[in-house]
């Protein structure tokens, strides 16, 4: 994004602020990867903390990135930002299969400097574990790990999104049954040290209609000024048959269109028609909008959909303190099958 689009955008940004009388504004950064364009980043934040150091209002900064970059930036984003989400799989040896580096020069070392720098500074470290069949099995492991070496606000685990590249390199979606054994098992561990353990689909601390920006009013803005709903590019979500373009920046102002701004409210603030019968729907909301489109039949559960269940029935229990109850049926492999293809979780059709 060049510099002058920048401005127009937070220009644009601070103008519906000050129409909503808001006391606090939100930014985050994400791509691609931000700090490939770090000046943009740079100027980004002095730029708008003081608009709203002018106005005397609270500004938010999160960036969502690799962590590949010098540690005199990660110096900076420890005392900048608020919070940082850094994907960080594992131990060298998962990181370097997962994310090897476009030039095949190790990359692991930057990254976990850069996250010791980040988690001793002012900013939540939020770090993200992107989990595969291969890694599946070592979500203990990374666990302890990261307990060991960092002091990060939060863990997040999440299962490989399978694409094109992700299957050439071997990568696939762990299987739901071991995935949510270890995923309590992990959750356990960190949250005895005070650690948040994060899965997108099964915040069970919140009811909510929408996991994601979509349907929450968020205006993501691409180098281009298109103004979107979603993170994803363009044709992602057209080819889910998604009209998600909010309109465009123009002339220092968000072009927006209404239609599709009260389209996309609908879309998040609706059940999906294939989740009426599962009790996910007040935390999962239907998962993400264009990879899980809803066109499933009601009761019929995809690998997704199964892992959600699982990981919320034991969130569930832990949250009722009845960590050896959950420990105990995470051990009777059919009671979890039961579970995770039950097609209703209406108590007065359960048999
Ligand atoms: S059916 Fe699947 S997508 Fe829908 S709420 Fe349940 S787990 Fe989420
Ligand atoms: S629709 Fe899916 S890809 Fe788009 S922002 Fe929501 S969760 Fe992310």
Not at 31 to 50: C, L, N, T
Not at 103 to 128: E, M, Q, T, W
Not at 289 to 311: A, E, F, K, P, W
Not at 317 to 337: I, S, V
Request: glycine residues 6%.
């Amino acid at each position: 994004m060049s510099l002058p689009m920048v401005k127009q955008v937070i220009d644009a940004y601070f103008e519906i602020l000050d129409e909503e009388k808001s006391e606090r504004a939100d930014i985050q950064f994400f791509g691609g990867e931000p700090f490939y364009s770090p000046e943009v980043v740079y100027f980004s934040v002095v730029y708008a903390r003081r608009k709203a150091e002018e106005r005397a209002m609270d500004i938010h900064f999160e960036v969502t990135t690799n962590g590949i970059f010098s540690a005199d930036v990660a110096a900076w984003v420890a005392d900048h930002f608020d919070a940082v989400i850094l994907s960080l799989d594992g131990p060298m040896d998962i990181q370097e299969s997962q994310r090897p580096a476009r030039n095949g020069k190790p990359v692991f070392p930057i990254v976990y400097n850069n996250a010791k720098i980040i988690s001793s500074g002012s900013a939540d470290l939020i770090l993200r574990s992107c989990i595969s069949q291969k890694t599946a099995r070592r979500i203990m492991e990374i666990t302890a790990w990261i307990v060991e070496e960092f002091h990060p606000k939060a863990v997040c685990f999440e299962s490989v999104h399978p694409t094109g590249q992700s299957k050439k390199a071997g990568l696939f979606p762990p299987g739901p049954v071991e995935f949510a054994r270890q995923f309590h098992a992990s959750a356990r561990i960190l949250e005895a040290h005070g650690i948040a353990a994060v899965h997108s689909t099964t915040d069970v601390s919140i009811c909510r209609t929408t996991i994601c920006p979509v349907g929450r009013n968020a205006l993501i803005i691409s180098p281009d000024g298109a103004v979107d709903a979603c993170y994803l590019p363009e044709k992602a979500w057209r080819d889910a048959g998604l009209e998600f373009r909010l309109g465009k920046v123009r002339a220092g102002k968000f072009d927006i269109n209404e239609n599709v701004l009260q389209g996309i409210r609908r879309l998040a603030n609706g059940d999906k028609p294939s989740c009426v019968n599962c009790l996910c729907r007040y935390h999962c909301a239907g998962g993400c909008h264009v990879r899980q489109n809803g066109n499933r039949s009601i009761g019929r559960y995809d690998n997704t959909c199964m892992q959600t269940r699982l990981v919320t029935i034991t969130n569930l229990l832990r949250r009722l303190n009845e960590n050896d109850l959950a420990t105990e049926w995470l051990t009777d492999e059919a009671a979890m099958a039961r579970f995770a293809c039950q097609s209703s979780d209406h108590i007065s059709e359960m048999a």
